[in-house]
DNA sequence: CACTATAACGCCACTCAGTGGCATAAACCT
DNA sequence: AGGTTTATGCCACTGAGTGGCGTTATAGTG
């Protein structure tokens, strides 16, 4: 949500979106320079000048808030896919687009940092990499609902073919996500593009790799 | 662990492997019945007659205990892939037949219905969903360790395909689990072992799968 | 510009998961 | 049997997350 998008809001809601970026932010940093588990939800509150009972109505868990980038980057992932045109392409490289399509339209403002935070964070937090994952596993079956919705293809309970691809997606972006986020040059939204369409490409190749003793 | 293999433990490791498996099935039992969140920590253990403190010194969780049993099936799989002969064979279908040889030594009594409880338990509780989700993935990254070791191939941040292969297995085998979960009809092993051979044989459609506007 | 309705917020008390410390008891070893 | 090691029980404590309710700020209306 940038500041543009945000003055056509009534008072209220951009009330409240300020409230949550400022929770992001702050949430991010503290986080980053402590510790997950170093900072408590009362010190989050108290830097963002918030009662923990509001902090609740805005997110639903401590590790919601730290995962809130990469949550935020699938809900407009879910947006994109309602709505693109599959050009007769097969679902991996329409995924793929779609992946790319909207990485290019995130914020241009410190969306990079806060990813990187996130992705950072989760590395080395089992509990907020759990939730993650969680969430990401919710967005991929809206995923399969819209799609199947869309296109013509068996249902899941006959054939798992959608199902699949989607999760090959899921888990090739996934990994270019870790290699960009452990770059030890600085991670731009460029170099994470290029990984993506690297890691989509090795896809096919994954199949048939063939296992030969050392 | 089997009452078989139990005998020729000493007494210590016995008694502590009795306790954890009195754990799983009470936990179970009591989960399915009242929900997860209807359960306490304090009520499991005064079932159990063990102190909250021994069942921390058991499970790192509430969750762990309910996500025991695919939890060692996981392990089984690790300890499988650790000698398996690949003969020839590409990545995909080792995989396979390590998972369908693991199903196969799981111990007969019982073993069934303690993992459908736990997918069950899982599919409608968030937070255990999203513990199983990051165990299955801390395990994906040990298989991913244990087969660059054993066979020639290049290490993961030159070549993404072994990684992107095991994130296939596991999401073939995922499906497989969450539709024999779901079955209406009393899901068994066979009907289980049936479903994995058909995710599998599925993924290499998947790639190619094209999307037709309805 | 009031005046009411409607959200959001702050505060307080509470439950429960999870941890650290230390005393106790059980199993192991010779 | 006697001393050592290792698991257990107990107690007090922290911190996440929730329910209830009174208060404040925004929205909508005459």
Redesign the interface.
């Known amino acids: 949500m940038t500041e543009d998008e945000l003055r056509d809001l009534p008072l209220r809601e951009r009330k409240k979106a300020r409230t949550r970026q400022a929770l992001i932010d702050t949430a991010l940093e503290l986080f980053t320079e402590r510790g997950f588990d170093g900072v408590t939800l009362d010190e989050l509150c108290d830097a963002v000048e918030i009662s923990k009972r509001t902090f609740f109505r805005t997110f639903t868990s401590k590790e919601d808030v730290a995962g809130a980038p990469t949550h935020d980057l699938w809900i407009a992932f879910l947006d994109d896919i309602e709505s693109r045109d599959?050009s007769?392409?097969?679902?991996?490289p329409?995924l793929c687009d779609a992946l790319l399509s909207v990485i290019d339209r995130m914020p241009a403002e410190g969306w990079t940092r806060r990813v990187l935070l996130n992705l950072r964070l989760a590395d080395k937090t089992?509990s907020l990499?759990?939730?993650c994952?969680?969430l990401c596993?919710l967005i991929t079956r809206t995923a399969l609902d819209i799609?199947s919705?869309?296109?013509?293809?068996p249902p899941e309970?006959d054939?798992?073919?959608?199902?699949?691809?989607l999760?090959?997606a899921v888990?090739?972006f996934?990994?270019a996500l870790e290699?960009w986020a452990a770059d030890p040059a600085e991670p731009t939204r460029a170099s994470l593009t290029a990984r993506i369409r690297?890691?989509f490409a090795?896809?096919?190749?994954?199949?048939?790799?063939?296992?030969?003793?050392?």
């Open positions: 599959p007769g392409a097969a679902i991996l329409f089992p990499d759990a939730h994952r969680y596993d799609l919705r869309r296109f013509d293809v309970r054939d798992p073919r959608l199902r699949l691809a999760d090959m888990a090739a996934h990994h290699g690297d890691t090795a896809v096919p190749g994954a199949l048939t790799l063939p296992l030969t003793p050392r």
